[in-house]
């Protein structure tokens, strides 16, 4: 139930157009809904401006279309992450509007193109090729959040001309996600291009002792630029969400959002 729902439900009622029962009726899950094996946060979208997101690791693909059942009648975009590709094809069978994509293991279900809520850009930045899955998880979040999204891909310290051709885009991003495995040494090296806040994601990229993403953790923790806020290993999500977060307060925010390029 998003803060536009329930207006029209409120405005409604107040032109007569809806019987208070009725009104009562729509509004009487709204705190949340038990459907036995997930009590789903209907909630969410007015406390915090986005749905609650569905973790498809562990569920079976029913469980997921149930959940999606019940949000779909309140909410205009779902997502759901961490789903691999079996499940979401049988996923897709009772929502065939959902887009999957397979490299950031995301479904999205949306009735419309998210609304735009900040003039701010947020910039994806991948180390390496095999750190772009981590990336597009931050990259398709923050864009279904309803942010200007672009990307910059395989642009590591190991080649670091790469990245300096892209000055211009790195300094004008308002929030910036730097994803790395390996030694984790990047986002390092863009935060101290920048004033803008950088959120750094460590990946389990890398040989033996990168340790399933532990060095680059313990790299990115021990940075040297101040700028820098670590997510989980892995955690694109995490990343994308915590960069819209930033990207939408106030300072990034104006009042006619369409109007941007």
């Avoid at 009622?13 to 809904?33: H, R």
């Avoid at 890398?206 to 313990?218: E, I, K, P, R, W």
């Amino acid at each position: 139930m998003n803060q536009q729902r329930l207006a029209d439900i409120l405005d409604r009622v107040a032109k007569g157009n809806l019987s208070p029962d009725e009104a009562q009726a729509s509004l009487k899950a709204m705190a949340y809904e038990d459907i036995d094996y997930a009590h789903i946060d209907h909630h969410r979208s007015l406390r915090k401006g986005f749905p609650e997101v569905i973790f498809g690791q562990g569920k079976t693909a029913d469980q997921i279309t149930g959940i999606m059942g019940s949000m779909a009648k309140n909410e205009e975009i779902i997502l759901v992450t961490r789903i691999d590709r079996e499940k979401a094809d049988q996923v897709r069978k009772a929502f065939p509007a959902a887009e999957y994509d397979e490299a950031a293991r995301i479904l999205l279900l949306k009735e419309q193109e998210p609304e735009l809520k900040s003039f701010g850009e947020i910039l994806i930045i991948s180390a390496g090729t095999s750190d772009i899955p981590v990336a597009k998880e931050a990259a398709i979040t923050a864009q279904a959040m309803g942010n200007r999204v672009r990307s910059i891909f395989d642009v590591g310290v190991a080649g670091i001309h790469r990245l300096f051709a892209h000055r211009e885009i790195i300094e004008n991003a308002s929030v910036l996600v730097v994803v790395a495995g390996m030694e984790g040494a990047l986002p390092s090296v863009v935060a101290g291009m920048v004033r803008a806040p950088v959120i750094a994601v460590p990946t389990s990229v890398g040989y033996g002792t990168s340790f399933g993403g532990m060095t680059a953790l313990l790299g990115m923790l021990n940075s040297c630029s101040s700028n820098i806020a670590v997510v989980n290993i892995d955690n694109g999500f995490g990343a994308g969400y915590m960069a819209a977060t930033i990207n939408q307060m106030p300072s990034n925010m104006g009042t006619d959002f369409k109007s941007v390029p």
